[in-house]
């Protein structure tokens, strides 16, 4: 495909889609506002290079016009009859700008009319008089009329049976072309079939991308117009069954996952409405932060494998809180709290449901309630995770112990004098010695495989952030072992360890010394070759030792509070 051709091709599809109106706008200010240009051919025996554009005065387009009438009777190559056919259309342009453009509507040029251009966004053009350019964005183009410049189809369909000066082209959509169409310019059809009839000419190239019926988007015009338009996912009107279909598609998966996961809706729920502004805090921090997450995960290289779980776990959060807040919806309709079947939330589901598919009809309230569902849900899904883990860590920790009273210490045979007699000194308070930490050893709960794998994942983004800030990612996995086993060493944690409370400990109750750690982080490799099944042996072992633990002789356990930095 020619330069001049993926040009037109950029310029007509890609920016008519999304500033046709304005740019239309513009050439007609801009038509109105400068002198109009002409080429002044040096030499007429060869336009090729001696035709410039130098521009021309009002009381000098007359002897241009003369200029380009003697470049007709001296050259009739197809260039120079491209120049002048540019020349003169730009020229009555000036002369006579008429610009057909409408959005959400089909554009309409009947025989006899002439137009400049002859656009339709989210619509269809047909065009039988006149017409400079015709260009249909999710909608079809047909032509009978006369066109000096070219068409242009984004998913839809083109008909063409007339006269074409420019190229023609379909994206996502298929061509026609009929008996008294002449193009002299190329045709390219893109994801669609060209049906051409034998007496049908065309002078420059034929080009297929991805050639083949994708089938009619009708549907998704039909959408587009009473839907999208309005701010709206459903509307009444023709061609939207498949809208409806979807919808109550959706309706059941929430009713399934109801039914499925009571406990979880449930507890979903009443954190919403005991706090709804955590939970909404919650939601813009996780969405904010997962973009940022993802690109670290890319970064990193090593965490590009981990980036279709997250999303597909962001995902199933999205969906989960669109349950949520229906349920959350139907128990504020019903009021039904106490036990009884219409507690159960599959029923304040349904309920909800239907409310909100009555909502999704009203224009622009409809996209708001659908966007506003999306957030809520998914904050109160990661604010009810958060409590939860929470809650899991607090439980490990236990209850907090109470201090012993003197009668206690009597029974156990202490000697309480002085701290009987005496007065308590608030200024000594202080200063008084802190219970001695709690030894860690292997005898403390061992870490399982998901906690230690999200230790790993922390580590790996921060060495794979400080690698690419200096350029050197095909050092990661040797800088990351490195790193491994001098953190063992000083600290018995690395930093994704220590942000999960994660310690190194050896089975024999000894120190992890050098040897230790530097045979432990070798090991890694071992455990990672076989398609890390050494890593993935957390899971499976009874004492959650990975390949490398068992070489190295040791465990990693969970501490009740979390290692200090320094």
Sequence with gaps: MNNSLLRRLV????????????????VVATAQAAPPTAATPANPANPETSISTPTISNSAAASGDEAWGRLDDADTSPEAKRYRHHHHYWHDRHEHSNDLVNLGHDSTLPRGETADSVVSIFGSSTSDGEAGEVVSIFGDTRVTGDVSDGTVSVLGNTYIDSKVDGDVVAVLGSMELGPHAQIDGSVVVVGGNLQRDPAAIIHGDVQHVFSGDFGSVGWLRSWVRHCLLYGRPLALAPGLGWAWSLALACLALYAVLALLFREGITRCVQTFE????????????AMLLTPILVVLLFVTVIGIPAVPFVLVALFCAGLFGKAVMLAWLGRRVTGSRGAGPMSHPVFAVLIGGVLVLGLYLVPVVGFLVYKLLGVLGFGAVVYTVIQAVRAHRAAKEGPPRAPASPTAALAAGAAPAASATAAPDP???????????????AAMPRAGFWVRIGALLIDALLVGFCLSVLGQH?????VLAAYGAVMWKLRGSTVGGIVLDLHVVRLDGR??????????????????????????WIALDRNNQAWHDKIAGTVVVRVAKGVPLV
């Design 427 to 441: 200024q000594a308070a202080p200063f008084a010695a802190a219970p001695a930490p709690q030894p860690i050893t």
């Design 11 to 26: 310029s007509l599809a890609v920016v008519s889609l999304t500033v046709v109106p304005l740019c239309s706008l513009l």
């Design 474 to 478: 095909h050092l990661e996995l040797l």
């Design 274 to 285: 005991a706090q709804p502004g955590q939970s909404v805090l919650a939601a813009l921090i």
């Design 511 to 536: 120190e992890v010394d050098w040897e230790t750690a530097i045979i432990r982080a070798l090991s890694c490799f071992l455990s990672l070759a076989v398609a890390g099944l050494g890593f993935i």
